[in-house]
């Protein structure tokens, strides 16, 4: 497997991309995307993967000085196996080459001849160029090189103007292993960027798509906001600083004794390479009107109920109609499941009108290897749901 | 509805001046005082910001047009496509950004999303606050160049996109594009993406202009010159 540099994409690949593969990284214009394929181009080298570098937009001098500014170092490319094909290359063989055809032949001579010379493992491709001046399938031909044991993997970073139907394309007609889109959303101002996992070969994963920041030269693929809620008094305070590296609740004495949240939880974690961070709302009904505030760009939810406080079911049923409405991945943690009369599953489910697809885990919200085991759950389910 | 003042009686007096979101073609042949109108159409006015993207000339000689205009260099961005190729190592700042060469679509794309993030973001001009929500002019000398490195096709595309961007913030641009080197199609295609036209010819010594797609204004020839970023309309 050859790594995407980064970490939390790799886990979502199984591991990496394997050798041989062909991987489009597919970006819309104006989204700052441009670190993915500096990540992978970064840990091939660090891997001592011998690599073919393609970029007919620039020189390689600019390129190092823009993957330096992106990731806070200079690529180290002493000793290290590296070939580079740029811009003034291109402008050579834009010049000594009167037709398309024999310009398509230089290309294809020069980058079959580096990768003999340089029995290179992986080519790195800026491709939008390439497309313009010969087109998807013969553009793409010129990567098809062999050396002598196996055919390199090809990762390729697109400027993609023409939407999904284009990778239908590079997925159909050119058998593309791997294709991962970037986007961002772009309204009244930019607000967020996203990669959606569009399509993989060897395994049959759903189409995935995750926010993303970048932060210290990294690609950091991010939760924003998952949302604990539930039914008064049913421990969703304690989920949230159970799990929590840090955290800050606002209760007050409820009637009960026991404190009760009266503005809402807010706890923050760094899990599997994903910054997860909770809010936590308070659970009495004249907080509802907080509650469509605290779910707004939420990707996800958990709903605690007290496995012991069957009356507070409905109360539940009701916040999980709320999350529906919204279309957001959630899952059920059925807690205080260590103390006697608890619930069952089916009655759990009877009550709840629950369907197949929600998950509910017993647990205790005390026991900090529980709740982690929802959130890694849930986090699964939010990375796998299809927008 | 913001209007964006142009400094030309004859269409701030009728209109009030651009409308938000408006994207202007100005076609102009060679050496005809376009790219001096077309900075002093874009200069910014107290709380606007404005952005260029030149293809033409270096980040420095543009800023020096602008504070040459009167205007306040920390409200003024250039996206430089002209610079990193002798200097790669030259760096990004929040005003000025640099992309290798006019090839690069993918790196323009960025850096007018990241300047536009700034601006609203309020990191942009030292701490210094214009309007909000923002308005942005925006400025790209010249399409012509960057036909010179990519097919029509595909500046069309990305020409889409970043007119449709820019009605979204409700900014207004100018693309300069010269009409003595391209064929009629290629005008006619560019003019499809664009709400209004100013059209720049030169008889004798004298610079004139004609504008037109703004509502009330009438599509006349007038002469004109530039002084210190300001349009002069002689009678």
């Known amino acids: ?387 | 509805m913001y209007y964006y003042k142009t400094g030309i009686p004859q269409v701030d007096g009728i209109s009030g001046g651009l409308e938000a979101g408006t994207n202007i073609l100005l076609l102009a042949p060679s050496m005809s005082s376009a790219e001096q109108l077309a900075y002093a159409l874009i200069k910014p006015v107290q709380g606007e910001y404005s952005i260029v993207l030149s293809t033409n000339e270096r980040a420095a000689e543009v800023v020096d047009f602008f504070k040459f205009a009167g205007s306040d260099k920390r409200f003024v961005g250039v996206i430089d496509a002209i610079t990193k190729s002798s200097t790669p190592s030259i760096v990004d700042t929040p005003r000025l950004m640099f992309v290798s060469s006019p090839t690069d679509l993918t790196g323009i794309g960025i850096k007018f999303s990241n300047m536009i993030e700034s601006i609203f973001e309020g990191t942009f001009s030292e701490g210094e606050a214009g309007l909000f929500p923002p308005p942005i002019r925006f400025c790209v000398n010249s399409i012509s160049t960057l036909l010179m490195y990519r097919k029509l096709e595909v500046l069309y595309q990305f020409l889409h996109i970043l007119t449709a961007k820019q009605r979204k913030i409700e900014g207004v641009a100018i693309y300069l594009l010269n009409n003595e080197s391209f064929d009629e199609r290629t005008l006619s295609l560019i003019k499809q993406l664009m709400t209004g036209l100013i059209e720049v010819k030169v008889d004798g010594n004298d610079n004139f202009f004609r504008v037109s797609g703004i509502k009330g204004v009438k599509a006349e020839w007038l002469k004109f010159t530039v002084n210190k970023g300001q349009v002069t309309i002689i009678p």
């Not at chain 1, 959606?196 to 995750?210: C, E, F, G, M």
Request: net charge neutral; proline share 5%.
């Open chain 1, 1 to 387: 497997m050859i790594s995407t540099g980064m970490a939390g994409i790799d886990d979502m690949l199984g591991g990496g991309i394997p050798r041989g593969s062909k991987v489009l990284y597919s970006m819309e214009p104006g989204v700052n995307g441009q670190l993915f394929i500096i990540s992978t181009i970064y840990e091939a080298l660090a891997k001592d993967l011998s690599c073919l570098v393609i970029l007919p937009h620039t020189t390689v001098d600019a390129f190092l000085h823009d993957a330096a500014n992106m990731r806070g170092n200079m690529l180290d490319i002493t000793g290290k196996k590296i070939a580079f094909i740029d811009m003034i290359d291109r402008e050579r063989i834009q010049r000594s080459s009167p037709t398309r055809a024999v310009a398509e032949n230089e290309w294809r001579a020069r980058i079959n001849k580096l990768c003999k010379e340089n029995q290179v493992e992986v080519i790195f491709g800026y491709f939008d160029v390439i497309y313009e001046d010969f087109g998807l399938e013969a553009g793409f031909k010129l990567f098809d090189s062999h050396n002598s044991n196996q055919s390199p993997t090809v990762i390729l970073e697109h400027l993609n103007f023409e939407g999904d139907s284009l990778l239908t394309q590079f997925i159909e007609k050119l058998s593309f292993d791997l294709v991962i889109s970037i986007k961002a959303s772009f309204g009244k101002l930019p607000h967020f960027n996203f990669f959606t996992i569009v399509h993989t070969s060897w395994a049959p994963l759903q189409k995935r798509s995750v926010p993303f920041i970048i932060s210290n030269g990294r690609i950091v693929p991010y939760i924003p906001k998952i949302v604990v809620t539930g039914p008064p008094e049913s421990g969703k305070s304690t989920f949230v600083a159970s799990v929590s590296e840090r955290g800050q609740s606002v209760d007050r004495s409820g009637l009960s004794g026991s404190s009760t949240t009266v503005a809402m939880d807010f706890g923050w974690l760094h899990w599997k390479d994903f910054d997860i961070t909770l809010y936590g709302t308070p659970g009495q009904p004249r907080f509802d009107l907080l509650i469509p505030m605290l779910l707004k760009n939420a990707m996800g939810a958990v709903i605690v109920i007290d496995v012991t406080k069957p009356e507070s079911l409905p109360r539940a049923k009701h916040l999980i109609h709320l999350i529906s409405e919204r279309r957001m991945p959630m899952v059920i943690a059925a807690n205080k499941s260590d103390l006697p009369s608890r619930m069952t599953e089916a009655e759990i489910r009877t009550a709840l009108a629950l369907n197949k697809e929600i998950p509910v885990f017993f647990i205790s919200s005390k026991k900090k290897e529980d709740v982690r085991f929802v959130l890694e759950s849930l986090v699964d389910f939010i990375t796998q749901f299809s927008y």
